[in-house]
T-cell receptor
Framework: GAVVSQHPSRVICKSGTSVKIECRSL??????MFWYRQFPKKSLMLMAT?????????EQGVEKDKFLINHASLTLSTLTVTSAHPEDSSFYIC?????????????FGDGTRLSIL | SQQGEEDPQALSIQEGENATMNCSYK?????LQWYRQNSGRGLVHLIL?????REKHSGRLRVTLDTSKKSSSLLITASRAADTASYFC?????????FGQGTELSVKP
């Protein structure tokens, strides 16, 4: 089945550090990838939609300069949390839509737990 | 904003019992999906039901959809300890998945 790999699975770093999270579709091409944030015992909140070859579309209230998204190829999207602070600590999850199959379910990565000290 | 509301928020049952989770949504939909999330992991797609379908089965899973009431239910029959997870319904709006608040299911052996 379709596999999405997210890396790293866990990051612990000091306040002020920038952290990059990678999301790769391993066996399919994805023109669209999504980035979600999830707080403990809460649902997933969509942060942004990442489109290959164009700028990401951010949801209301999500700072684009804080959460930089790059979707440089059909199999890779990256989320960079710039100058991270403790309030950015969260579980970040990506998902990918197979190319040309917008009505099909999204395939999710296993998430990245970000802890900012 | 979140589209779906789910209840119960938490459900604890014994192995072998059935578990029912409900989801309500606000706008018209093309389909509704159910996902499962094990603790600290990503989401796994369980089942998709289209707006013109009323019921769908997959193994021990049964999903119903009532578009007149804007609600859906997920039934897990003969539950197992391995079914312990959070379950989310999700609808698609403008190509984006909007998730419900989720039900945390605990199945005790």
């Amino acid at each position: 089945g379709a596999v999405v790999s997210q890396h790293p699975s866990r990051v612990i770093c000091k306040s002020g550090t920038s952290v990059k999270i990678e999301c790769r579709s391993l066996d399919f091409q994805a023109t669209t990838m999504f980035w979600y944030r999830q707080f403990p015992k809460k649902s997933l909140m969509l942060m942004a939609t990442s489109n290959e070859g164009s700028k990401a579309t951010y949801e209301q209230g999500v700072e684009k300069d804080k959460f930089l998204i790059n979707h440089a190829s059909l199999t890779l999207s990256t989320l960079t949390v710039t100058s991270a602070h403790p309030e950015d600590s969260s579980f970040y999850i990506c998902s990918a839509l197979p190319r040309g199959l917008s009505n099909q379910p999204q395939h999710f990565g296993d998430g990245t737990r970000l802890s900012i000290l | 904003s979140q589209q779906g509301e789910e209840d119960p928020q938490a459900l604890s049952i014994q192995e072998g019992e059935n578990a029912t989770m409900n989801c309500s949504y606000k706008t018209s939909i093309n389909n509704l999906q159910w996902y499962r999330q094990n603790s600290g992991r990503g989401l796994v797609h369980l089942i998709l039901i289209r707006s013109n379908e009323r019921e769908k089965h997959s193994g021990r899973l049964r999903v119903t959809l009532d578009t007149s009431k804007k609600s859906s239910s997920l039934l897990i029959t003969a539950s197992r300890a391995a079914d312990t997870a959070s379950y989310f319904c999700a609808t698609t709006q403008g190509g984006k998945l909007i998730f419900g608040q989720g039900t945390e299911l605990s199945v005790k052996p």
